[in-house]
């Protein structure tokens, strides 16, 4: 391990963190927040600095990176980035456990969106901003936007970086240099945000915040953007008017969809986009997954409370299909009380997830279509031993290696998700009752197996809300102190791709190299 080198890079994240904590702090100012909510955040942001400067003091002998240094740096940024983001909850009471603090930031740099938060209205601006601005710097990975500043070794060194902080089985540069790279993401990324803030400022005030309209266009932009997804106003998503959430929808299914395949558009090669299999596998499961929950809602196969009109039902459908596909989590209704083929297909698309290459979470679209070519090459080879593959996805041949990684990613994957759900069951708040007010009424349910199964769920494929006692209109408050280190864990495990979290229990990782 390049000690000295891995010191100079975490350094460099503390000093980047102190800088974005800025930006809640001058938010604090604006809104005029007593003296406590900017200490919340002047504290940590010196506190980061100093120790950031510090770190760069020794000067590292090799400046360059193996596969495997790559990975545990990027696992450790993560978990640096929350022990110190999670500070400014504590100290200004939003979240007075440190914990569940961690768990909270933890949701916002993987983009998962699941709060522990019971009344959003007691929490001020500058939380506020700072929750849902954690998913815009995570989104597109926090070492990718620092890739941009640091120098490029000749090794390839910072490909290792990206590989291990970017979602999906293939990540490769759009130009020579890994930083223009970089640069070229981000500028797509920041336009794109830009765009969806002034498209929803057209849109009218919501009632009752009619002063709030630019920074709530703000906050959910930063939600669609990194497809997190936490609220931060009662009902997530529900107050805002038809307009503003379909507009939501089509920017979800935007920042699902791989970024590379933007700057082809950009520079002119729309037909490589459109012969994109894993681009055209987007949409169908999209298109699919709409329609089974939109039948579902309009033909009423079974009972539910919600009384939508053919609009709504049609709204709502694409909204909760593109927030949960795309693992943002943003909620319009309480799809917990659908019937039976709405609910399941959205359990689907959260096991699926978005694009690789893209800001969402879940499995991923590129790996579910190779695996099942996979497995369609081993079906065949038991029928017919002479049989010779000749599977392709992306107009490339799949070699063995690859679908080899994608069964042991998802092998590693479930594993992860059943161990993590064997934990949850030691956890005192099963069999309890939970309250739950949202537009289908009020109900009771229990918290029981479904409520683990999809809090594991949302938070391996970072999708935020899930069901039950953990469902859109409810939190993740009622875990213990371990059950919430289990998920917070779980988040992680899921936004990095459990590898660069798993080498750090190598202890050949740690030998000095």
Sequence with gaps: MNYKKLGAVLGKIMILESVLMIAPLVVSFIYREPLIHKLAFLIPILLLAVLGLLLQIPKPERNSFYQKEGFALTALVWIIMTLFGAIPFVINGTIPNYIDACFEIMSGFTTTGSSVITDITAVPHSTLFWRSFSHWIGG????????????????????HLLRAESPGPQVGKLVSKMKVTTRILYLIYL?????????????????GYENEQFFFSLLATFGCAGTGGFGFIPGSMELFHPFSQYVMSIFLILFGCNFSLYYLLLIGKWKDVLRSEEFKSYFAIIAGAIAMVFISLIWRFEAFPQDY???????????????????????TTDYHVWPMLATTSLVLVMFIGAMAGSTAGGIKVSRIVIAIKGAYINVRKMISPRYVPKARFEGKTLESKTINDVFAFITLYFFIFLAALFLLAFDPVNGQLVNIVSDAGTYTVEHGF?????AVLTCISNVGPAFEAVGPYSSFAGYSDFSTIVLTLTMMLGRLEILPVLILFNKRTWQKI
């Excluded at 336009?191 to 009632?207: A, S």
């Excluded at 479904?450 to 999809?454: D, G, L």
């Design 140 to 159: 597109m990975g926090i070492l990718v936007f620092v890739l941009i500043f640091i120098p490029e070794s000749d090794d390839g060194s910072s490909m």
């Design 191 to 207: 336009g794109m945000t830009v765009l969806e803030v002034i498209i929803l400022m057209l849109d009218k005030p919501i009632p």
């Design 450 to 454: 479904f409520s683990n199964f999809s």
């Design 309 to 331: 009109t053919t609009e709504e039902a049609f709204r709502h459908s694409l909204f909760q299909v593109a927030s949960l596909m795309t693992t943002a989590g943003y909620t």
